[in-house]
């Protein structure tokens, strides 16, 4: 009896060591269960993610060597901290380093590997001054140009005309110029008035403009992107009417040049980035003798002024180049109504051009004057009159487009008659326009092709 207690007692002890040893296992397992791997969003796993963020956090750049290195070798101050921004691949800053040692790195290249030029880079990942065009998907950008618009609604009458239509302003500027306006990855117009319902007319001046300030809506409708200020009437009814103005254009969200409430706003150059490059605009005002519209001043408002044989101009260009891949002047210049052109007109083209500006494109005139080219550099000495008064006169819209072959000047033929601006679509019309202009008095000259193409002349 004792003998079956005792043998049943010992299978008791079996059963419940087997039981424990059989718990004990799945408890270990549970513990030492390995993690749930879950797919992130770009198809790696958390592990893997984890693995990588370790080995970025490993990974270690001489920054401080790449930024002295592209300083040098690019000619403007590109910090660590713009690189460590703008460049997430170790193998892209490896490339950098390695080519920037060789020496300038082409625009092109610099795209390729970063997205933009070396001055677009350092202004987006740096001092973040220009506005963004974004890129327009093709391997050209285009800037657009017109000569003097007024909206002024007590000279000239073209306003009046305009208030009497259907759309206004609209009826007035043929739908194939707004079209190439709207079409014009930046476009600039000469603002010949100030925005404003107050003030009073400048004393002694003959001629004296302002528009509404809900007026600044139809270049928003025309697809205006910057306006020159740098003229003889944005402040025709007092300091109140300049103010006005540049509030009104703000609001707008249209970039405005060449005037400012100090010297160091009116003489800086707006910028844009477009496709990844950098472009520089400088407007600037010579006219108007004795002078009734303020030149800016240390602490004083006005516009940008070339009185000084252009040499304000030809600084504000120079600095203006170190950070930008084109620089582009808009001088307000020369004689009224006539082809003939002035000596500075001549002058200041070539030190403006000696000094980095990549083209000129002029107006003032109230009449399309000649074209030239200086050193391989384009100058439109004046787009005369877009839409301004009842003349029946020449005009057109100027085109700049820029690509790695460089930059091809192309008119669009116009004409403004009755107070409207109407596109010249007849071929032989268009190319008595071209044969006027390559007519008209200038140094060198130029050769306009049948579609608008504008070379150096020989």
Same mark, same amino acid.
């Given at each position: 009896?004792?003998?079956?207690?005792?043998?049943?007692?010992?299978?008791?002890?079996?059963?419940?060591?087997?039981?424990?040893?059989?718990? /004990?296992?799945?408890?270990?397992?549970?513990?030492?269960?390995?993690?749930?791997?879950?797919?992130?969003?770009?198809?790696?796993?958390?592990? %893997?993610?984890?693995?990588?963020?370790? &080995?970025?956090?490993?990974? /270690?750049?001489?920054? @401080?060597?790449?930024? =002295?290195?592209?300083?040098?070798?690019?000619?403007?101050?590109?910090?660590?901290?713009?690189?460590?921004?703008?460049?997430?691949?170790?193998?892209?800053?490896?490339?950098?380093? &390695?080519?920037?040692?060789?020496?300038?790195?082409?625009?092109?290249?610099?795209? &390729?590997?970063?997205?933009?030029?070396? #001055?677009?880079?350092?202004?987006?990942?740096?001092?973040? %001054?220009?506005?963004?065009?974004?890129?327009?998907?093709?391997?050209?950008?285009?800037?657009?140009?017109? !000569?003097?618009?007024?909206?002024?609604?007590?000279?000239?009458?073209?306003?009046?005309?305009?208030?009497?239509?259907?759309?206004?302003?609209?009826?007035?500027?043929?739908?194939?110029? %707004?079209?190439?306006?709207? +079409?014009?990855?930046?476009?600039?117009?000469?603002?010949?008035?100030?925005?404003?319902?107050?003030?009073?007319?400048?004393?002694?001046?003959?001629?004296?403009?302002?528009?509404?300030?809900?007026?600044?809506?139809?270049?928003?409708?025309?697809?205006?992107?910057?306006? $020159?200020?740098? +003229?003889?009437?944005? =402040?025709?009814?007092?300091?109140? $009417?300049?103010?006005?103005?540049?509030?009104?254009?703000?609001?707008? @969200?249209?970039?405005?040049?060449?005037?400012?409430?100090?010297?160091?706003?009116?003489?800086?150059?707006?910028?844009?980035?477009?496709?990844?490059?950098?472009?520089?605009?400088?407007? #600037?005002?010579?006219? &108007?003798?004795?002078?009734?519209?303020?030149?800016?001043?240390?602490?004083?408002?006005?516009?940008?002024? =070339?009185?000084? @044989?252009?040499?304000?101009?030809?600084?504000?260009?120079?600095?203006?180049?170190?950070? #930008? @891949?084109?620089?582009?002047?808009?001088?307000?210049?020369?004689?009224?109504?006539?082809?003939?052109?002035?000596?500075? %007109?001549?002058?200041?083209?070539?030190?403006?051009?000696?000094?980095?500006?990549?083209?000129?494109?002029?107006?003032? $005139?109230? #009449?399309?004057?000649?074209?030239?080219?200086?050193?391989?550099?384009?100058?439109?000495? /004046?787009?005369?009159?877009?839409?301004?008064?009842?003349?029946?006169?020449?005009?057109?819209?100027?085109?700049?487009?820029?690509?790695?072959? !460089?930059?091809?000047?192309?008119?669009?033929?116009?004409?403004?008659?009755?107070?409207?601006?109407?596109?010249? /679509?007849?071929?032989?019309?268009?190319?008595?326009?071209?044969?006027?202009?390559?007519?008209?008095?200038?140094?060198?000259?130029?050769?306009?092709?049948?579609?608008?193409?504008?070379?150096?002349?020989?």
């Amino acid at each position: 009896m004792k003998e079956k207690a005792k043998i049943i007692a010992t299978a008791v002890t079996a059963v419940f060591a087997c039981a424990l040893m059989i718990f /004990s296992a799945i408890v270990t397992k549970h513990l030492r269960a390995p993690k749930i791997i879950i797919p992130n969003e770009n198809n790696t796993t958390a592990a %893997q993610t984890g693995e990588s963020k370790a &080995e970025k956090k490993a990974f /270690s750049f001489d920054y @401080d060597k790449l930024s =002295s290195v592209l300083t040098v070798s690019q000619g403007l101050e590109i910090t660590p901290e713009m690189l460590k921004a703008g460049v997430d691949d170790k193998e892209t800053l490896k490339t950098l380093l &390695e080519e920037s040692e060789q020496g300038e790195i082409p625009d092109t290249r610099f795209i &390729e590997l970063t997205g933009y030029t070396a #001055c677009a880079f350092a202004d987006v990942y740096g001092e973040k %001054q220009s506005r963004d065009m974004g890129n327009n998907g093709k391997d050209s950008f285009t800037l657009g140009f017109t !000569g003097d618009i007024t909206f002024d609604e007590e000279s000239y009458y073209v306003m009046i005309h305009a208030l009497e239509k259907p759309n206004k302003v609209l009826d007035c500027i043929d739908e194939t110029f %707004q079209t190439e306006m709207k +079409n014009a990855d930046i476009m600039l117009i000469n603002n010949e008035f100030p925005y404003t319902d107050r003030g009073e007319p400048t004393p002694g001046k003959k001629y004296t403009f302002r528009g509404r300030p809900e007026f600044v809506k139809y270049f928003n409708d025309m697809g205006v992107d910057i306006v $020159s200020l740098a +003229n003889n009437h944005v =402040s025709d009814y007092g300091p109140v $009417s300049f103010t006005d103005t540049i509030d009104t254009l703000n609001k707008a @969200d249209i970039v405005y040049v060449g005037a400012g409430m100090n010297a160091e706003e009116a003489n800086a150059p707006k910028t844009f980035i477009i496709n990844g490059y950098k472009v520089g605009y400088i407007a #600037c005002s010579g006219v &108007e003798y004795p002078i009734k519209t303020p030149v800016a001043g240390e602490n004083s408002y006005g516009v940008m002024g =070339s009185y000084d @044989d252009g040499k304000t101009v030809t600084k504000a260009i120079r600095l203006a180049k170190r950070t #930008c @891949d084109y620089v582009i002047v808009f001088p307000h210049w020369g004689y009224e109504n006539t082809t003939e052109l002035s000596g500075a %007109q001549i002058a200041n083209s070539r030190a403006w051009i000696d000094a980095g500006a990549d083209a000129i494109i002029g107006n003032h $005139s109230h #009449c399309l004057q000649g074209m030239d080219y200086y050193n391989g550099k384009y100058i439109a000495y /004046s787009l005369g009159n877009f839409w301004f008064n009842a003349r029946r006169l020449y005009t057109g819209l100027l085109k700049l487009e820029i690509s790695e072959k !460089g930059i091809t000047p192309i008119l669009v033929p116009g004409l403004q008659a009755n107070r409207e601006t109407h596109y010249i /679509s007849d071929k032989a019309e268009q190319r008595k326009l071209y044969d006027t202009v390559e007519g008209y008095p200038t140094k060198n000259g130029v050769k306009i092709d049948d579609e608008g193409r504008i070379s150096p002349k020989g």
